[in-house]
Structure formats: C-alpha cells, structure tokens
C-alpha cells in the first residue's frame, strides 16, 4: 500500500467516525500482512473485522470473484425467506435427476445419482456450505428466486460493495462468468460480523448456518490452517475457481468467523485473484495471512 492509498484509507476512517458508524480502519495491521502479500503472483485482499470495526484492509476493492463463497449469502437468504414464513429447515424439496449436472463438483450427485428425491432445505444447505456442492446450490437459486433475490437481499441489510448476478452453472459454462459475483473483502468481513452479531432473522436459522459453517470440510489449508494450536474455533466458507485462458487460477477464496480463547469473535476474508501460482502456495498464502491477523488482535488484547 503507497502512502497515497493510505491517506485516502484515513480520510475514510475519519468520514465513517463523523457520520457514526463503528467502523475504523488499522493500517498497522496492512504493514504486517504487506510483506507476505507483496512477493505474490496475485492480486490479493484482505479485510478483517474486530469489535464491529475494519482492522485490516488491504487491496480492498470490489473485483474479487467470490466462486462458492458466495454460498453464504444464499444461505443468509434462504434463512431469512424461512424465517419470515415460519417454515422450517426441513421442509422437503423434490430434486430432480436432470438437476444434478455432471462435471461439476458435486458430493450430492455422487451419494444419490439417480435423483428423484426429496431432500430438506437443511440438508441441501449442508451441502452447500460444509461440502461446497454446486449442484445444491444451483437447486437452491431455483427454488429461492436465484442469484438476483441474494443480491436484492444482501442490499436489503445495507451492504452495497458486492454483486451477486449468475449460477454456478453459468459460471462453469462461461469462466468469464466468475468475475459477475464479486465483492470487496472488508464487505465479506463485514457482512460476516453482522451475521455473527445480530443476524436479520430467527436464532434456530442463525445456530444452523453458524453450525453449518463450523463444520466446513473445504479449505482447511487455508483460514485454519492458520490458526492451528491456538485454541480458536472457525467456521468459514471457502470458494475456488477454474484456471483462465492464461492458466492463471480466477478465485481462490476463504473468509470466515474465528472465536478465539476469551469467548471474542472476529472475521476476515481472503480473496485471491488471477494468482499465476499453485494452489498450494495460495492456501499457504492464506493461512499466513490468517496467522497474522490472529496474532496481531491477540497482541492488541495483551495491551
């Protein structure tokens, strides 16, 4: 980050403390995370969020593909259509076997084939957020208004630095695709503390998807990797893209919310995008920006 970048990331600060938002910006913490970002060949962001307030921010905006991390958001309005209704998470859902299309990862598709069977919303939602299936989800964009209804909602909450726009299918036909749901980190980290927080809907939604995400099988040389012997517990939803034309990876992904010894949450997102290195080097690249975050939150708490 140059001192230009930096100055506009303090008049920020300072426009959202006089207008009464909680949220501030530690440029401390970006000089930690520069030395690890800077040597990449990749575009990387982070944002985290501590006590409702952006600690970190860095490379933060909007051209982020999300890839399967936008599963959370469909989640959250999925959540919120049950919710307002009063019907529960297992309300069952007839899946058709031309609904689960092939050459896509799908652990759905493996364990039932054939198709036609009724699943629960909880169990398709299980699916998609500890599985990452994209199957699942492309069954929950049609039963739950597709991408535009995430979209439309997610705005609803006052959210703004993030688009919502196509399936997983589309993207898969189409990688260039994969740039139309997008967002900024800080805005992942922020939507993140606001479920954590005070999510806009019934607690039996929110202790499922928390749950839910605390059991995530995806990822895990990622974020917690990161955090590994420190006595945290995670729950987070990763997202990985296709490689381009160029052979460079589209999205590598992970964000989530992290509760550390004292009972305290904080969240962060990790967007990488158009890395020409190995997925290896990116999770790695995650997890020693998860580290840091957590070691410089655990330094602040010391003081």
Request: net charge neutral; aromatic share 8%.
């Amino acid at each position: 980050m140059n001192d230009v970048d930096r100055s506009l990331l303090l008049l920020l600060a300072a426009l959202l403390l006089l207008t009464g938002c909680r949220t501030t910006l530690s440029p401390a913490v970006d000089r930690e995370l520069e030395p690890i970002i800077a040597p990449k060949k990749a575009r990387i962001g982070v944002g985290a969020v501590w006590n409702h307030r952006v600690i970190a921010a860095v490379n933060d905006d909007c051209g982020y593909p999300l890839m399967s991390v936008m599963k959370f958001h469909q989640a959250l309005t999925v959540a919120d259509v049950l919710s307002r209704s009063g019907t529960p998470l297992k309300r069952m859902l007839f899946i058709a076997r031309d609904e689960l299309k092939p050459d896509t990862w799908s652990p759905l598709r493996n364990r039932y084939p054939l198709g036609d069977k009724a699943l629960s919303v909880l169990e398709l939602l299980e699916y998609t957020l500890r599985q990452s299936d994209n199957n699942a989800c492309d069954i929950l964009f049609r039963r739950f208004g597709g991408p535009k209804a995430v979209d439309r909602y997610i705005r609803s909450l006052g959210f703004d630095r993030f688009a919502l726009a196509v399936t997983e299918e589309e993207m898969h036909t189409d990688p260039a695709c994969c740039y139309a749901n997008r967002s900024a980190p800080t805005e992942m980290a922020l939507l993140l503390d606001r479920f954590v927080d005070r999510a806009p809907f019934a607690t039996e939604y929110r202790d499922f998807i928390v749950r839910t995400m605390l059991a995530c099988t995806t990822g895990t040389d990622r974020l917690p990797a990161g955090l590994a012997n420190t006595g945290t517990v995670i729950g987070h939803k990763t997202g990985t893209g296709d490689r381009d034309k160029q052979g460079d990876q589209i999205g590598f992904n992970d964000a989530g919310f992290v509760r550390i010894p004292d009972g305290e949450w904080y969240t962060i997102a990790v967007f990488i995008r158009d890395s020409a290195q190995e997925k290896a080097d990116d999770a790695r690249t995650i997890a020693e920006i998860s580290e840091a975050v957590f070691r410089h939150i655990s330094g602040l708490k010391k003081k």
